[in-house]
């Protein structure tokens, strides 16, 4: 394949709370392995994130978020999908 698409992920974010192990290896580890296998074989990855990664406080006046803004997760959910954003750059 040329492009891998990662739609899965753990997303019940009360669920996240209270099961952060399963968390961390559905919005984590799961798409990093997933990444690096598309790496090996050339193809690029496309994955899902979430404005969770933010606390809340628009940092910018040209809309919601940008990519620039610092990210900073009030809870788990949005923890392990920063995270994920980190392994699978």
């Known amino acids: 394949p040329t492009l891998v698409l990662i739609c899965a992920g753990f997303t019940w974010v009360d669920g996240c709370e209270a099961q952060q192990a399963k968390a ?10 997933v990444a690096a ?18 606390d809340g406080g628009v940092q910018s006046d040209e809309g919601p978020y940008l990519e620039a803004d610092k990210p900073n997760p009030l ?15």
Do not use: C
Request: glycine fraction near 10%; avoid cysteine; proline fraction near 2%.
């Open 75 to 89: 809870n788990v959910y949005g923890s392990s999908k920063l995270q994920g954003e980190r392994e699978v750059l």
């Open 24 to 33: 961390n290896q559905m919005n984590s580890k799961g798409p990093a392995i």
């Open 37 to 54: 296998a598309a790496r090996a074989h050339g193809a690029r990855t496309v994955w899902y994130s979430t404005d969770y990664v933010f």
